[in-house]
């Protein structure tokens, strides 16, 4: 049993990865089978992997055909952005409250290295990659929530951060829009992490909700929807 338990966290972890490295496209049709042959595991705990990733709303499951990427509807967005700003805010506080203390500063620290390489990625010459981008983000925002250790929490938050994947939100544009508009996204991005930082560093915690808000509204906004009419 626990061999299965992991084969089927292995299907699942390898295609999140491959959705989060835009490895899968959308309006694409995968094949389970084909892909638990290439992972070299059965169609079981592929199906179940599967499961999972259409309940978490990754994926659309298609009957006797295979499966897409889930396009994100506004009800999505608008359910992911309650529990991104209520979780983020709750925890982000939680570090200001406790800074200057050990473990807040590491914290701190772990997200100032994922801005700093995120400064990186946007400052190449070359083209820059959105999925190391949005890799290095999730660990900026994932930071804060396990300071408070609790994986029931990081657990219900990755079930909705996905939701403002860039290269996932605006697929709809060509690909020179979809350039600019994420360049363009991922420039302000930097300020409000930034902005973020020296709001947790200040222990003002309504500094730090302001703070977490401005850049939660700013993704929405990237989706097209303001934060009005999230509510």
């Given at each position: 049993?626990?061999?299965?338990?992991?084969?089927?966290?292995?299907?699942?972890?390898?295609?999140?990865?491959?959705?989060?490295?835009?490895?899968?496209?959308?309006?694409?049709?995968?094949?389970?089978?084909?892909?638990?042959?290439?992972?070299?595991?059965?169609?079981?705990?592929?199906?179940?992997?599967?499961?999972?990733?259409?309940?978490?709303?990754?994926?659309?499951?298609?009957?006797?055909?295979?499966?897409?990427?889930?396009?994100?509807?506004?009800?999505?967005?608008?359910?992911?952005?309650?529990?991104?700003?209520?979780?983020?805010?709750?925890?982000?506080?939680?570090?200001?409250?406790?800074?200057?203390?050990?473990?807040?500063?590491?914290?701190?620290?772990?997200?100032?290295?994922?801005?700093?390489?995120?400064?990186?990625?946007?400052?190449?010459?070359?083209?820059?990659?959105?999925?190391?981008?949005?890799?290095?983000?999730l660990?900026?925002?994932?930071?804060?929530?396990?300071?408070?250790?609790?994986?029931?929490?990081?657990?219900?938050?990755?079930?909705?951060?996905?939701?403002?994947?860039?290269?996932?939100?605006?697929?709809?544009?060509?690909?020179?829009?979809?350039?600019?508009?994420?360049?363009?996204?991922?420039?302000?991005?930097?300020?409000?992490?930034?902005?973020?930082?020296?709001?947790?560093?200040?222990r003002?915690?309504?500094?730090?909700?302001?703070?977490?808000?401005?850049?939660?509204?700013?993704?929405l906004?990237?989706?097209f929807?303001?934060?009005?009419?999230?509510?």
């Amino acid at each position: 049993m626990s061999e299965y338990r992991s084969l089927n966290l292995l299907a699942y972890d390898h295609l999140r990865r491959m959705i989060y490295e835009g490895e899968l496209t959308f309006n694409t049709i995968y094949s389970e089978t084909k892909l638990a042959r290439e992972l070299a595991v059965s169609r079981t705990p592929m199906r179940d992997a599967l499961n999972r990733l259409s309940q978490e709303r990754y994926i659309d499951i298609l009957p006797n055909r295979g499966f897409i990427l889930h396009t994100p509807t506004k009800d999505d967005i608008h359910e992911a952005y309650h529990v991104r700003l209520m979780i983020e805010v709750y925890c982000a506080q939680i570090v200001a409250q406790h800074y200057p203390d050990k473990e807040s500063c590491t914290t701190i620290e772990q997200m100032e290295i994922a801005l700093n390489l995120q400064r990186h990625l946007l400052e190449e010459d070359t083209a820059y990659s959105l999925s190391e981008f949005w890799l290095d983000d999730l660990v900026f925002h994932k930071s804060l929530l396990e300071h408070l250790n609790i994986s029931s929490l990081c657990t219900q938050y990755d079930r909705y951060m996905h939701i403002f994947m860039p290269h996932h939100l605006i697929e709809e544009l060509d690909i020179h829009q979809k350039q600019a508009r994420t360049f363009e996204r991922h420039q302000s991005t930097l300020v409000e992490h930034a902005a973020i930082l020296d709001a947790l560093r200040s222990r003002d915690t309504d500094r730090v909700q302001a703070a977490v808000r401005t850049h939660v509204d700013s993704s929405l906004k990237a989706l097209f929807i303001s934060s009005e009419d999230a509510f």
